[in-house]
Nanobody
Framework: VQLVESGGGSVQPGGSLRLSCAAS??????????MGWFRQAPGKELEWVSG????????YYLDSVKGRFTISGDNAKNTVYLQMNSLKSEDTALYYC???????????????WGQGTQVTVS
């Protein structure tokens, strides 16, 4: 499984961005795998942000992004999105897409990772 993120950039506080994660290597990856978004700010540990279960029936969010971020999947395009609204300076980080054949819960680990896309809010 290969994952490629895009859509990062610089935005002012209160602005919006939509991150995309294009998956390849197998058919129906988004339907078969749980997908997640993580982020890492300078000098901080990697932080789980959001997850979506295989098939996209359930979504999960870090408390600090609930109501502002929305994760979704497009099985036909094998792509997962993270719509980020009302962005804050503390959302500034390198955002990674990840996939797992197991549970969406980050404590169980994710097997496949993208290279990351930078989001800067200032």
């Amino acid at each position: 499984v290969q994952l490629v993120e895009s859509g990062g950039g610089s935005v002012q506080p209160g602005g919006s961005l939509r991150l995309s994660c294009a998956a390849s290597g197998y058919a129906n990856i988004v339907r078969r795998y749980c997908m997640g978004w993580f982020r890492q700010a300078p000098g901080k540990e990697l932080e789980w942000v959001s997850g979506i279960n295989s098939g996209g029936g359930s979504t999960y969010y870090l408390d600090s992004v609930k109501g502002r971020f929305t994760i979704s999947g497009d099985n036909a395009k094998n792509t997962v999105y993270l719509q980020m609204n009302s962005l804050k300076s503390e959302d500034t980080a390198l955002y990674y897409c990840a996939a797992t054949g197991g549970s969406w819960e980050p404590k169980y680990g994710y097997n496949y990772w993208g290279q990351g896309t930078q989001v800067t809010v200032s």
